[in-house]
């Protein structure tokens, strides 16, 4: 009788933790409507609508935030948009789903030396090499973004010297 609520107490969590594992479905079954969603969004991104394009790929990520291809085609509107910060969110999204994604890490490549973060953009091409162990087309892709360089406004920033605030003058009161 003393142990009867123990004992219950434990079955309920039991029964509740094995239900768990069966309610979830495995990652590489996307709902079809995120699906249609992100071939929408990828259409109006081609076609340089940039707010449709966000607006259809929010929702394909409302209706499944598992869709890795929805963080980066997010990313990629974003980028079009020259906001690199933004973009390399988006594709950080998608490498938490799936670290391995040659994709994401290609993209984040390109925008961190949009964003004129070249070494980090460098060691995004040293892991696709580690994980295509042959040359791969998102090598290729990614050292020729490296090659070219970050845009020339953001060149010229980084290297317009930094102009320290002048100091000012208490008012002399006479």
Do not use: H, W
Request: with cysteine.
């Amino acid at each position: 009788m003393r142990l009867s609520p123990i004992a219950l107490a434990i079955s309920l969590a039991l029964a509740t933790a094995s239900s768990v594992g069966y309610s979830q479905k495995p990652d590489d079954q996307i709902n079809p409507r995120s699906q249609a969603l992100l071939t929408q969004g990828e259409a109006a991104r081609v076609a340089g609508n940039y707010t449709l394009a966000n607006d259809l790929l929010e929702s394909a990520l409302a209706v499944d935030p598992r869709n890795r291809a929805a963080f980066v085609a997010l990313g990629k509107v974003a980028q079009a948009q020259e906001l690199p910060g933004k973009a390399i969110r988006f594709y950080k999204e998608a490498l938490a789903l799936e670290p391995n994604d040659l994709a994401a890490l290609t993209a984040q490549g390109e925008a961190l030396v949009q964003k004129g973060a070249v070494d980090r953009a460098k060691a995004n091409l040293a892991r696709i090499r580690t994980l295509c162990k042959t040359e791969c087309a998102p090598a290729t892709t990614l050292a020729s973004a490296i090659a070219k360089g970050p845009p020339p406004a953001v060149v010229t920033a980084q290297a317009a010297p930094a102009v320290a605030p002048k100091a000012q003058e208490p008012p002399v009161k006479p």
